[in-house]
């Protein structure tokens, strides 16, 4: 005999109701009864009816992800932080990739549209005016690292600016007054507000900010492997450290200058930002700007099942912003001498 909601609501010792807000994340449920029903449901292998579900209630027991791209570790954590959470509802992932356009956000959207019941969407080098155009109306959707967007629910971003200064204070402390930054992509958000936070906390050190030292990059090793090899070319004064704009422009500009026999941090440090898991594990591991990037993806989930369950209790203007810490590992030291008396 097939097992029903009926039976899950008797052994877990909670009403029908309840049993079917806890499998269909329709409502808040205290936290050691969801627990209770799930366990039950998962003992009994209790499968609901999901096509009968979105049926009848229109809901897709589905959350869609679109990325700008679906290579690396930072979107690896951040889908990570995003599962962990709808794992809690019951609810399936879709992800697909905008390829960095608006054209591509679109092309997402229309696709999940009618088999989600929500949308997490991270596209900071699309402007705001073309993300809010592609966003469908009564769709919840939630933005990260871009800012709040007219017709989504919320916005989750990283303290960029916060971040960077922390960075530019911590290479001043050790004496560097040459600091290289090497840029991400132009039309990103966060390339963009790390760009910024890097001049402003410059300004605040009292230091120069150097054109030959902002080099550009796209948030790829390859683009961090150039920029470096450019630095180290300048026929001026060479940095004696690099800000990255993030871990993999880093780990790229580690290798330019392993190849180049300079020492790090002997003779030039290397700084990062993301903490993304394999920054600890290079050589000499990677000083950076920790950003918790799972939680980012978490929040961003919490604040979707929360207009879900409450569409008009989050509104367009609700804006979260993730910590970002410096974490000094082996790829910084003070400035060789020489560079001290030039």
């Known amino acids: 005999m097939a097992v029903t909601i009926k039976d899950v609501a008797r052994l877990a010792n909670v009403s029908v109701a309840t049993v079917s807000r806890v499998l269909n994340a329709s409502a808040p449920v205290r936290d050691d009864t969801r627990v209770r029903v799930l366990n039950v449901a998962r003992e009994l292998r209790f499968s609901p009816n999901g096509a009968a579900r979105t049926l009848s209630r229109r809901q897709a027991s589905a959350v869609g992800v679109i990325l700008p791209d679906l290579y690396g570790e930072f979107f690896s954590e951040l889908l990570r932080g995003i599962d962990l959470e709808i794992q809690r509802t019951g609810h399936a992932l879709l992800v697909s990739s905008s390829h960095h356009d608006a054209h591509g956000v679109s092309v997402a959207v229309r696709a999940m549209r009618g088999r989600v019941d929500g949308l997490l969407v991270m596209a900071p080098e699309v402007s705001t005016a073309s993300l809010a ?21 919320a ?6 600016m916060g971040g960077t200064r922390a960075v530019v204070r911590y290479l001043a402390e050790l004496g560097h007054r040459d600091i290289a930054f090497i840029c991400g992509p132009p039309r990103n958000a966060d390339a963009g507000a790390r760009l910024r936070g890097y001049r402003a906390a410059m300004r605040t050190a009292g230091l120069t900010v150097r ?16 920029a470096a090899r450019e630095l180290l070319a300048l026929s001026g004064a060479q ?30 440090s290397i700084v990062g930002f993301d903490d993304i898991p394999i920054a600890r594990y290079v050589t000499p591991a990677l000083t950076t700007v920790r950003v918790a990037i799972d939680v980012l993806g978490a929040r961003a989930a919490a604040l979707l099942f929360r207009a879900l369950a409450d569409p008009v209790g989050v509104g367009s203007a609700h804006k979260e912003v993730v910590p970002a810490e410096l974490v000094v590992r082996h790829s910084c030291g003070p400035p060789p001498v020489y560079a001290m008396r030039r």
Request: charged share 15%.
């Open 133 to 153: 155009s592609a966003l469908p109306e009564g769709l919840p959707a939630v933005i990260l690292n871009a800012p709040a967007t007219p017709g989504a629910a």
């Open 155 to 160: 916005a989750v971003t990283v303290d960029n």
């Open 211 to 226: 054109n030959p030292l902002v080099v550009h990059g796209d948030f790829t090793e390859e683009s961090g492997w150039r």
């Open 239 to 268: 940095p004696t450290a690099i800000f990255a704009a993030n871990d993999a422009m880093a780990i790229g500009a580690l290798l330019a200058l392993h190849e180049a026999k300079v020492d790090v941090p002997g003779e030039v």
